[in-house]
């Protein structure tokens, strides 16, 4: 009996850890355009992402979904007629755990366009994306690919674009927690994304 119970509790660890280092690579492995729902303080998104364009890029954004990281963080940058910013920190204002900075897949041939969804990185580093995400909220040509690598779009908006609009005119200051000029004064959060069943995508 004793071994029994040993056994379904390593069987049980090995689940948590295999939940816990889960790899988008291996959710809907052959759905080129899975479809996610962020939930918001403000209500609901869904987007559509595009793995047949970006691989590298949907796969990262997947793993942060399944492991949960997305779950309770801030809409930490909203910007008027430009974009809105998530996925880098905890409603407590800790950042949250990156993974290993990915390939820019910018030259993809998807442009900033309004609605459409893409990584964050560092001004001087273009393969220094992690988990922060951004939505544009109008034609940001100025975020392509020209003479330097640009922000690589790996989605867009399908659902719920009127909820961006909404966030988009809250009012925003400077955040002494995160040393940011346009964070929301009001705290808005992602309750949690969700990764939809293919049959119901």
Same mark, same amino acid.
């Given at each position: 009996?004793?071994?029994?119970?040993?056994?379904?509790?390593?069987?049980?660890?090995?689940?948590?850890?295999? &939940?816990?280092? =889960?790899?988008?690579?291996?959710?809907?492995?052959?759905?080129?355009?899975?479809?996610?729902?962020? /939930?918001?303080?403000?209500?609901?998104?869904?987007?559509?992402?595009? *793995?047949? *364009?970006?691989?590298?890029?949907?796969?990262?954004?997947?793993?942060?979904?399944? *492991?949960?990281?997305?779950?309770?963080?801030?809409?930490?940058?909203?910007?008027?007629?430009?974009?809105?910013?998530?996925?880098?920190?905890?409603?407590?204002?800790?950042?949250? /755990?990156?993974?290993?900075?990915?390939?820019?897949?910018?030259?993809?041939?998807?442009?900033?366009?309004?609605?459409?969804?893409?990584?964050?990185?560092?001004?001087?580093? &273009?393969?220094?994306? =992690?988990?922060?995400?951004?939505?544009?909220?109008?034609?940001?040509?100025?975020?392509?690919?020209?003479?330097?690598?640009?922000?690589?779009?790996?989605?867009?908006?399908?659902?719920?674009?009127?909820?961006?609009?909404?966030?988009?005119?809250? /009012?925003?200051?400077?955040?002494?927690?995160?040393?940011?000029?346009?964070?929301?004064?009001?705290?808005?959060?992602?309750? *949690?994304?969700?990764?939809?069943? /293919?049959?119901?995508?």
């Amino acid at each position: 009996m004793f071994r029994i119970s040993l056994l379904i509790i390593s069987v049980l660890m090995s689940f948590q850890l295999l &939940a816990a280092n =889960t790899k988008g690579q291996y959710i809907q492995p052959n759905n080129l355009s899975p479809k996610v729902r962020i /939930e918001t303080s403000m209500g609901n998104v869904i987007i559509q992402l595009d *793995r047949y *364009r970006a691989k590298i890029t949907v796969d990262n954004f997947l793993g942060y979904v399944t *492991r949960g990281q997305y779950d309770k963080t801030l809409v930490h940058r909203v910007e008027e007629g430009y974009l809105i910013q998530a996925g880098g920190f905890m409603t407590n204002y800790q950042e949250i /755990e990156p993974d290993t900075p990915i390939f820019n897949e910018s030259g993809n041939g998807l442009k900033n366009k309004e609605a459409t969804i893409a990584m964050a990185k560092q001004l001087s580093d &273009a393969h220094s994306a =992690t988990s922060q995400f951004f939505i544009n909220l109008n034609d940001n040509s100025n975020l392509d690919p020209g003479v330097s690598w640009g922000y690589a779009v790996f989605g867009e908006v399908i659902e719920g674009y009127d909820i961006l609009e909404a966030i988009s005119q809250v /009012e925003v200051g400077y955040s002494e927690q995160l040393g940011y000029p346009t964070v929301p004064k009001k705290m808005i959060t992602i309750n *949690r994304v969700v990764i939809l069943d /293919e049959d119901k995508a």
